[in-house]
Nanobody
Framework: QVQLVESGGGLVQPGGSLRLSCAAS????????MRWYRQGPGKQRELVAL???????DYVDVVKGRFTISRDNAKNTLYLQMNNLKPEDTAVYYC????????????WGQGTQVTVSS
């Protein structure tokens, strides 16, 4: 089992940058899949980015070229670097971990608010 705590959210102007962090209580070095989701006002939660155990990454089209997901296994931390932020990126961002390919159990953080506004 692992506990996840996000941080790094805040208020930023359009075109600005933020780096979100997700600190895990246990080792994530062997985690099968780690993901960032977001839920904007009045919207359903959506997948933003993922990183596999082997370091492969993928992104939803609307953030490609602007967001970068990474993981520091030594620090048990997942990151989301967000550049050129837009008002439509405003959402609560959640960290998610799936530890094993043979388990459907997902672990979630509590979320961190990102607001992009002038």
């Amino acid at each position: 089992q692992v506990q996840l705590v996000e941080s790094g959210g805040g208020l930023v102007q359009p075109g600005g940058s933020l780096r979100l962090s997700c600190a895990a209580s246990g080792s994530i070095s062997s985690a099968y899949l780690m993901r960032w989701y977001r839920q904007g006002p009045g919207k359903q939660r959506e997948l933003v980015a993922l990183i596999t155990r082997g370091g492969n990454t993928d992104y939803v089209d609307v953030v490609k070229g602007r967001f970068t997901i990474s993981r520091d296994n030594a620090k048990n931390t997942l990151y989301l670097q967000m550049n050129n932020l837009k008002p439509e990126d405003t959402a609560v961002y959640y960290c998610n971990a799936r530890l094993s390919s043979t388990s459907t159990t997902n672990y979630w953080g509590q979320g961190t608010q990102v607001t992009v506004s002038s």
